[in-house]
């Protein structure tokens, strides 16, 4: 089974040298690198939120296999769909799917469901794979999107995925697509922002989930982080860093209504 892509050609270049030159751009040359066991990562189109997202993954050593959960922004599938077989086709080459993580996940707990279509359309993931071929083009993906959950639901996925990551015996890294919030004055987007992003550093999932849904806080990948948060901090993570907070005004000039883009490692 071969997945399309959804959004070349409109959140990136779908000609591979054009997003080759693209990733060139946004992407620094020269940056040091910490082994990390999650990031969190936007994922509007690269006009907005590239630069963020190519500074964050700049700065960790990125493993070959690698599992990147995203909101469901389509409504389509199950609540915790992880696609567990066959490759996805990108601009920049075949990516494969690893089906052992795949199916240890599948095995861990029945809250995860093997389901290909809520990927069909959802660009959160999508958009992230070219900056990880950019530095792994040997890379292999575990994908999963993710519609609301209550934080117990979290709980069990993040504690499901740190079983299987410790169980596979080679370095994973977990990306947490997740763009800040969505359509409020920067002001205001700042403000909301800055209280999910003191919790993340704090390394505080429960807060995170508590924070942004009681202020109301359009974080879209809220599930996806808090789960990436759990499971890190099973695998021992110590320190979350913010590489760089933004937000869409930076690149339209609106600041009337911005959505939020933050970037972190998690380690």
Same mark, same amino acid.
């Given at each position: 089974?071969?997945?399309?892509?959804?959004?070349?050609?409109?959140?990136?270049?779908?000609?591979?040298?054009?997003?080759?030159?693209?990733?060139? /751009?946004?992407?620094?040359?020269?940056?040091?690198?910490?082994?990390?066991?999650?990031?969190?990562?936007?994922?509007?189109?690269?006009?907005?939120?590239?630069?963020?997202?190519?500074?964050?993954?700049?700065?960790?050593?990125?493993?070959?296999?690698?599992?990147?959960? /995203?909101?469901?922004?389509? /409504?389509?599938?199950?609540?915790?769909?992880?696609? *567990?077989?066959?490759?996805?086709?990108?601009?920049?080459?075949?990516?494969? =799917?690893?089906?052992?993580?795949?199916?240890?996940?599948?095995?861990?707990? +029945?809250?995860?469901?093997?389901?290909?279509?809520?990927?069909?359309? +959802?660009?959160?993931?999508?958009?992230?794979?070219?900056?990880?071929?950019?530095?792994?083009? @040997?890379?292999?993906?575990?994908?999963?999107?993710?519609?609301?959950?209550?934080?117990?639901?979290?709980?069990?996925?993040?504690?499901?995925?740190?079983?299987?990551?410790?169980? !596979?015996?080679?370095?994973?890294?977990?990306?947490?697509?997740?763009?800040?919030?969505? !359509?409020?004055?920067?002001?205001?987007?700042?403000?909301? *922002?800055?209280?999910?992003?003191?919790?993340?550093?704090?390394?505080?999932?429960?807060?995170? !989930?508590?924070?942004?849904?009681?202020?109301?806080?359009?974080?879209? %990948?809220?599930?996806?982080?808090?789960?990436?948060?759990?499971?890190?901090?099973?695998?021992?993570?110590?320190?979350?860093?913010? =590489?760089?907070?933004? @937000?869409? /005004?930076?690149?339209? %000039?609106?600041?009337?209504?911005?959505? %939020? !883009?933050?970037?972190?490692?998690?380690?």
């Amino acid at each position: 089974m071969k997945r399309e892509p959804a959004v070349a050609h409109q959140f990136y270049p779908g000609d591979p040298a054009t997003l080759r030159h693209a990733l060139d /751009g946004l992407i620094p040359a020269a940056s040091t690198k910490q082994k990390g066991l999650a990031v969190v990562s936007p994922h509007a189109g690269y006009i907005y939120s590239g630069a963020v997202a190519g500074e964050t993954f700049a700065a960790v050593d990125i493993p070959q296999d690698i599992v990147v959960m /995203g909101p469901n922004h389509h /409504g389509y599938g199950a609540p915790v769909a992880l696609m *567990d077989k066959g490759a996805w086709s990108m601009p920049l080459g075949e990516v494969p =799917i690893n089906t052992v993580l795949a199916h240890s996940l599948l095995a861990q707990t +029945e809250l995860i469901k093997a389901d290909t279509l809520a990927h069909r359309f +959802e660009h959160s993931l999508e958009v992230q794979v070219p900056f990880l071929q950019y530095f792994r083009p @040997d890379m292999t993906l575990t994908p999963m999107v993710i519609s609301h959950l209550s934080y117990k639901t979290c709980q069990i996925v993040g504690e499901a995925l740190a079983a299987v990551v410790k169980q !596979y015996g080679k370095p994973v890294l977990i990306v947490a697509s997740s763009d800040m919030t969505h !359509y409020e004055s920067r002001e205001s987007a700042t403000a909301k *922002d800055s209280m999910a992003i003191q919790q993340i550093k704090a390394l505080n999932p429960e807060g995170l !989930y508590n924070t942004v849904l009681g202020n109301k806080i359009s974080m879209c %990948g809220i599930m996806p982080a808090t789960i990436a948060l759990i499971a890190a901090l099973r695998l021992g993570a110590t320190q979350a860093r913010l =590489i760089r907070y933004t @937000d869409s /005004g930076e690149a339209s %000039g609106d600041t009337n209504q911005v959505v %939020g !883009y933050a970037g972190f490692v998690i380690s």
